[in-house]
């Protein structure tokens, strides 16, 4: 045949080729890797719809774990079963994997060496300023009203008490789905449903 | 046997208590404080590095975190422990996605998770304030004025990660010590 050789490939190899391709590629994690996703599977390949790809990742974000790695699993799931599932969370990691290890072998030969702890002092400099930019980037979507100003500094004051990031990080969830079911119910009814005490965090 | 059992849980729990990118910075700082896997300053490296290398930060630190504490096939347990979650409870719900597409109770419970996430990150970085001291527990003034710099390119100048990361290095090695 005229085609032989352009598109043989099974649709699990051809997928989890392309989660190698986007783990090996894709730097900055999050949203570009989601941009990668919509160019290989649904404008070049129309595996799936726009919406459908989209509804994927709206959930693969809400749930716990590498947000990235939940989307890989479900739209595995979705164009080849289970197996295929595995196979693009694996293909994504696996990029990252490698070349971690490798880093990880060169930074414990070296990181003793007086140039290089130089250096570090001023890499390690930056992690703080990096996480500051990330909060000031979702403030306002994580932050939308009084509550969630309650919540963070209640989250914050707990985690400098010392309370472990999986209760704080729980409770905060509840408390909204507390907050929010609450709300929703008086709206519902007539009446206002504005006041509300601060969250108990 | 016994730490690839621990990298494996501890890294499991990781996977459970983040909600996208960085949230996973303060587990991954208190966890591996608590173990003895890393000090302060090698989770700062850690994060450094991931940040300039391709894939997820998770998997970055899992292998970083894996390897230091148990060679190859520790970061192999710690790797398969932060995708546990994954590969469970996300594959339930691609199964079930049709019932799950926009219920109200999934969006209310991220509601309360999105402010704990900056609230639990912006005490982190106030765990990681003895990365701007010196050995002797000094103010180092190199590290703040870099740290300074670092901001003003991030947040008023949009530079891109790995390009402040280099040139923070270069800073370092003029005003680092």
Redesign the interface.
């Known amino acids: 045949m005229v085609e032989e050789g352009k598109r043989t490939l099974p649709k699990w190899a051809d997928m989890s080729l392309v989660m190698l391709k986007i783990?090996?590629?894709?730097?900055?994690?999050?949203w570009s890797?989601v941009a990668q996703m919509q160019k290989e599977f649904v404008e070049k390949r129309g595996w799936l719809g726009e919406e459908e790809l989209l509804?994927?990742v709206a959930?693969?974000?809400?749930?716990?774990?590498?947000?990235?790695?939940?989307t890989?699993?479900?739209l595995g799931?979705?164009i080849g079963g289970?197996g295929c599932?595995?196979l693009c969370?694996f293909g994504?990691?696996f990029?990252?994997?490698v070349?971690?290890?490798a880093?990880?072998?060169c930074?414990?030969a070296v990181r003793d060496n007086?140039?290089v702890?130089?250096?570090?002092?001023?890499?390690?400099?930056?992690?703080?300023?990096?996480?500051?930019?990330?909060?000031?980037g979702?403030?306002k979507?994580?932050?939308?009203d009084r509550v969630?100003?309650g919540?963070?500094?209640?989250?914050?004051?707990?985690?400098?008490a010392g309370i472990?990031?999986?209760y704080?990080?729980f409770?905060?969830?509840?408390?909204?789905?507390a907050?929010?079911?609450l709300l929703?119910s008086r709206q519902a009814q007539p009446g206002q449903g504005e006041e509300k005490g601060g969250?108990e965090g | 046997m016994k730490t690839l059992l621990d990298l494996y849980l501890v890294f499991f729990?990781i996977?459970?208590?983040?909600?996208?990118?960085?949230s996973?910075?303060?587990?991954i700082n208190?966890e591996m404080v608590r173990h003895g896997w890393m000090t302060l300053?090698e989770v700062?490296?850690i994060?450094?590095?991931?940040?300039m290398?391709?894939?997820?930060?998770?998997?970055?630190a899992a292998?970083?975190a894996g390897?230091?504490a148990a060679g190859?096939s520790g970061?192999v347990a710690a790797?398969l422990g932060?995708?546990s979650?994954?590969?469970t409870?996300?594959?339930a719900?691609?199964?079930f996605?049709a019932r799950?597409?926009g219920n109200?109770?999934?969006?209310?419970?991220?509601?309360?998770?999105?402010?704990?996430?900056?609230?639990?990150?912006?005490?982190?970085?106030?765990?990681?304030?003895p990365?701007?001291q010196n050995a002797a527990g000094a103010v180092?003034p190199?590290?703040?004025l870099?740290?300074a710099a670092?901001?003003f390119l991030?947040?008023k100048r949009k530079w891109?990660?790995?390009k402040?990361?280099l040139v923070?290095?270069?800073?370092?090695?003029v005003?680092?010590?």
């Open positions: 783990g090996l590629f894709t730097f900055g994690g999050g890797i509804d994927i959930i693969g974000r809400s749930f716990p774990g590498i947000m990235v790695v939940n890989a699993v479900m799931y979705r289970v599932a595995f969370a994504m990691a990029p990252a994997f070349v971690m290890a880093v990880t072998t930074y414990t007086p140039w702890a130089r250096a570090m002092v001023g890499v390690r400099a930056v992690v703080v300023p990096i996480i500051l930019s990330a909060c000031l979702m403030r979507s994580a932050v939308r969630g100003l919540i963070a500094v209640l989250a914050f004051l707990g985690l400098l472990s990031n999986l704080i990080i409770l905060g969830g509840f408390v909204g789905l907050v929010q079911t929703a969250g | 729990k996977g459970v208590c983040s909600f996208g990118g960085l996973m910075i303060p587990v208190e300053e700062a490296d994060i450094a590095f991931a940040e290398t391709p894939g997820p930060l998770g998997i970055n292998t970083f390897m230091r190859i970061a790797n932060v995708m979650l994954a590969l409870l996300c594959l719900a691609a199964i996605l799950l597409r109200p109770y999934l969006e209310r419970f991220t509601y309360g998770i999105r402010p704990v996430c900056i609230g639990v990150m912006l005490a982190t970085c106030i765990t990681m304030l990365n701007y180092a190199g590290a703040v870099i740290g670092a901001l991030l947040v891109s990660i790995p402040v990361m923070a290095a270069a800073l370092g090695l005003l680092g010590g």
